[in-house]
């Protein structure tokens, strides 16, 4: 059964950095396109970015294309996203899960998330 453990979030000013972690366990973790999604107060939950198994490929949302990076680490069985030049709208519980295209449906396992909140 897949585990999903999302870290690394907290309070920052606007125009900060913080660098997500995703830890995954009971799948075979580098089978898998990783991606990272976030759930902002009184929104649906949307694609963030995404990373295919080899990490070769990249995806971004338009919202956070050239500030946001994802990286993988198929060893360490982890994603991570690098958020910088962060705004006060990219406030919201991020989310890893594995990719099926830049849906957030058929989903039936999302872990606790991690709360990133950016202040102005």
């Known amino acids: 059964q897949v585990q999903l453990v999302e870290s690394g979030g907290g309070l920052v000013q606007a125009g900060g950095s913080l660098r997500l972690s995703c830890a995954a366990s009971?799948?075979?973790?580098?089978?898998?396109?990783m991606g990272w999604f976030r759930q902002a107060p009184g929104k649906e939950r949307e694609f963030v970015a995404a990373?295919?198994?080899?990490?070769?490929?990249?995806y971004y949302a338009d919202s956070v294309k050239g500030r946001f990076t994802i990286s993988r680490d198929n060893a360490k069985k982890t994603v991570y996203l690098q958020m910088n030049s962060l705004k006060p709208e990219d406030t919201a519980v991020y989310y890893c899960?594995?990719?099926?295209?830049?849906?957030?449906?058929?989903?039936?396992?999302w872990g606790q998330g991690t709360q990133v909140t950016v202040s102005s």
């Open positions: 899960n594995d990719y099926r295209g830049a849906t957030t449906k058929g989903y039936d396992y």
């Open positions: 990373i295919s198994w080899s990490g070769g490929n990249t």
């Open positions: 009971g799948r075979t973790f580098s089978n898998y396109a």
